[in-house]
């Protein structure tokens, strides 16, 4: 039995598809929700053989779904787009969509992304080239959990693991801290070989008589050491802007 994910914040719209793939997919079981962070969580609990995503979504948006998919490993399902609008296509398809309709769903359009799904499309989601997360999602004793980037106070570096520390406490994730730092250079700084801290929560870089430095955060007790190699570009760029 084909399992199909349908996430939609707008509930006629969940309710239209579900009509269409009653009819396109007789014996189909359908799964909906009207989140994105939800979605998430099903794909990664549940057999899902093909996903209706709409792209505008509360929380985590249909684009960042596919993205959390392939840095997770989680085993992807064949991905349809679905939106109002058809400016996201280029998007959609960098990530490996199978389809990208545009609502109201047509039933002709859906039967002929289904017949390329029947032929064995290839859909392999991907992270897409220059995309920033909105959130980080970390997968632990096969649960997820995700936090806001922008809730984050510090990355630190640890063996094998990156800690993402944020008010609730912190996420252990399996990425590199340097492709954290490339994806998130707007919003964060390297201020030593195992810290990123958020720009927007530094507080002050503080001397200490011994010569070590640290920087001390606004709304966190932690104190970061700062490498004497990155102190004079960090207090310029930072702290003392031009």
Known sequence: MTEVLVADD???????LRHLLETALPGARIVETGDGCEALFLLQSRRIDLVFLDI??????????????AALGIEAPCVIFTTAYDRFAIQAFAVGAVGYLVKPIRPEQL?????????GWPSVPRPAEGARRRW????????LRMVAVGTV?????????????????????????????????????????????????IHRLVHEPSGDRFIELTGHPARIPVSRR?????RRKILAPD
């Open 56 to 69: 505008r979504m509360p929380g985590i948006d249909g684009i960042e779904v596919v993205t959390h998919l």
């Open 10 to 16: 707008e509930a006629l719209a969940r309710v239209r």
């Open 136 to 143: 980080i999602v970390s997968r632990s004793a096969g649960e």
């Open 230 to 234: 990155l102190a004079p570009a960090l």
């Open 153 to 201: 106070f510090y990355f630190e570096a640890q063996d094998k693991y990156v800690r993402a520390v944020h008010p609730q406490g912190l996420l252990l994730l399996n990425e590199p801290l340097s492709a954290l730092e490339t994806e998130f250079a707007d919003r964060f700084v390297r201020v030593h070989r195992r810290f990123l801290v958020a720009r927007d929560r």
């Open 111 to 119: 039967s002929a992304t289904l017949e390329r799904v029947q032929r």
